[in-house]
């Protein structure tokens, strides 16, 4: 080897001794320095053991574009340039299915950004549009806010609708007061809400006897009274009496007894006594003459 070979060879071997590397070419010029980690399949991510990632560009994967690096972003797969996480658990809100990481999913939270559910606007945690503080029944959907017996207590979340102690599940009649449950024709519906107490085919408010079955509506006396159910009260007529006297038209103009101190008299037909002769008994009821 020629003298100056050997002066060349020798000052490399020196010069590298003090860590100064030569480009290699095999290495894409990089003076002696690594070539950039490879990726691996997952987002992009290096391979174990590799702090970085570099595409063929030299630049950090970003998988979903957003212009932050796939190793930084709270959401690598979902678009998410702010990078807002509302409950600061790693996970940015544009991905997570809590943003308030109060246990109830995003979706189904009235106040998904706020673990004490206290966010701007009105509560409605039934969701039938009527603000919880305003709602009858906060729980149970009911936007037409029933209330019957006016308890303040929505039908859809009260037990006892018409508040008469018996419970809806036992009540003849749920929205009408009936604690005695009278059911005189047993069919199931008590007489508080049944139009037909009677069963007898004839609505109440046109029956004489409401709560006799009687079809036919035979009243014979004809004063409104269905005869199933009249008991012959009435006007009665007395039979025998010399001390009656009677006007012209037929009607009693007076009832003299002079068997009894004082003597007992009715007028125009108004007594309304037991009235006992010595040749007969006279009778007159209260509904007079």
Same mark, same amino acid.
């Given at each position: ?26 290495? *894409? *010029?990089? %003076?002696?320095?690594?070539?950039? !980690?490879?990726?691996?399949?997952? %987002?992009? %991510? ?13 630049? !950090?994967?970003?998988?979903? @574009? ?7 972003? =709270?959401? !690598? ?10 409950? #600061? ?20 939270? +009235?106040? +998904?950004?706020? +673990?004490?559910?206290? /966010?701007? #606007? !009105? ?49 003849? /009649? ?26 007898? @085919? ?7 006897? +409401?709560?006799?079955? =009687? ?16 008991? #012959? ?16 038209? *037929? ?16 007028? =125009? ?18 509904? *007079?003459?």
């Amino acid at each position: 080897m020629s003298k100056v070979m050997k002066l060349l060879a020798a000052a490399v071997l020196a010069l590298a001794s003090f860590g100064v590397a030569f480009a290699d070419p095999s290495n *894409g *010029g990089n %003076h002696g320095r690594p070539s950039n !980690p490879p990726c691996d399949a997952d %987002h992009g %991510h290096p391979q174990q053991n590799v702090p970085r990632c570099q595409d063929d560009g030299g630049e !950090p994967e970003d998988s979903d @574009g957003d212009g932050i690096p796939d190793e930084e972003d =709270n959401c !690598p797969d979902v678009p998410n340039a702010d990078q807002t996480d509302t409950d #600061g658990d790693g996970l940015g809100d544009a991905c997570d299915d809590d943003d308030d990481n109060d246990g109830t999913p995003d979706e189904e939270d +009235p106040c +998904p950004l706020d +673990p004490l559910d206290e /966010c701007e #606007g !009105p509560s409605d945690r039934d969701g039938d549009g009527i603000p919880d503080e305003e709602d009858n029944c906060p729980d149970v959907p009911n936007a037409d806010q029933t209330d019957t017996d006016g308890d303040g207590l929505g039908d859809a979340c009260d037990d006892d609708d018409d508040n008469d102690g018996v419970p809806d599940e036992e009540d003849n /009649c749920p929205l009408v007061p009936n604690a005695d449950q009278t059911d005189t024709d047993g069919d199931g519906l008590g007489d508080a809400c049944d139009d037909d107490d009677d069963n007898d @085919g004839v609505p109440d408010e046109e029956d004489n006897c +409401p709560l006799v079955p =009687n079809p036919g509506q035979e009243d014979s006396d004809g004063n409104g009274v269905g005869d199933a159910c009249d008991d #012959g009260g009435g006007e009665e007529e007395f039979t025998c009496d010399p001390a009656i006297q009677k006007n012209e038209d *037929g009607t009693v103009s007076s009832i003299v007894h002079n068997s009894v101190e004082p003597p007992v008299r009715g007028i =125009n037909g108004t007594a309304a006594d037991v009235i006992h002769t010595v040749n007969c008994q006279i009778v007159v009821d209260t509904l *007079g003459l």
